[in-house]
């Protein structure tokens, strides 16, 4: 039973998948995204360059001390920051803009960030979103953010990415590895997260973020697992994740 609901979600993803020319557009094109221009600390630069699994993911970038305490959101796209998304429900039978609740989107980033809403999550809501300076729409390619900290940074620092895709399944995340859970359904591999230090009493001319670990799978709480082994598409989401910092 377990191998052919494996075969099914493959041969699902594989009628539901874009042509390869589109996702090559997708990787090809570089757009800029703008945050926090009135900040007034060190200026940071986040180049995401989309991988060969690139289709429409949702991330989050953030700062962090040397011991991984989260300093601020640099940022994320607004149907994170506001808790409202564009295809939100379709209790009526059509896809509307409404508010969802999807914890298992970015959950280490929400539980860094620690802000809890009313219903005891840690991703905002429509009551307590994230600040217009911070967020934009989501980028459906590759990106640069140029951004500013809000005050000048430590010494050492932590540059943090999480970045993660729906219904990207495989033979370890099968849609039957967390029966009857709704948020695993919509997510598959979970969030991978990527990070880089910077010293700026050495600063780099770049800095290359690695994956060091992924998310809760269903968001349940904000652990960050090392074990990489089990992810595969989810890998290659990113090709590389590049930051630039100028005092």
Not at 58 to 82: H, S
Request: glycine share 6%.
């Amino acid at each position: 039973m377990k191998y052919l609901i494996i075969l099914i979600a493959a041969v699902l993803a594989s009628c539901s998948s874009k042509p390869s020319a589109t996702r090559l557009a997708q990787r090809q094109t570089v757009t800029d995204v703008v945050t926090n221009e009135t900040g007034k600390g060190e200026e940071i630069e986040v180049g995401f360059y989309g991988g060969p699994s690139l289709y429409y993911p949702l991330m989050a970038v953030w700062l962090e001390d040397e011991n991984g305490k989260y300093i601020q959101t640099l940022f994320v796209p607004r149907a994170i920051a506001t808790g409202i998304f564009k295809f939100g429900s379709n209790a009526s039978g059509k896809w509307v803009e409404s508010a969802k609740r999807a914890p298992q989107t970015l959950p280490y980033w929400s539980h860094k960030r620690g802000v809890m809403a009313p219903d005891g999550l840690y991703m905002p809501d429509p009551s307590n979103p994230v600040a217009d300076a911070y967020s934009g729409a989501t980028p459906t390619t590759s990106f640069v953010l140029k951004t500013r900290a809000d005050n000048p940074l430590p010494a050492k620092f932590r540059v943090m990415f999480e970045v993660n895709q729906n219904w990207d399944w495989n033979e370890y995340w099968t849609n039957d590895r967390y029966p009857g859970d709704v948020r695993y359904l919509n997510n598959a591999q979970p969030a991978v997260v990527y990070e880089g230090m910077v010293d700026k009493t050495d600063l780099q001319p770049r800095y290359l973020l690695k994956p060091v670990g992924h998310s809760h799978p269903t968001g349940e709480t904000g652990e960050l697992f090392t074990d990489l082994s089990t992810l595969t598409t989810a890998l290659q989401i990113a090709d590389s994740v590049v930051v630039r910092v100028r005092k």
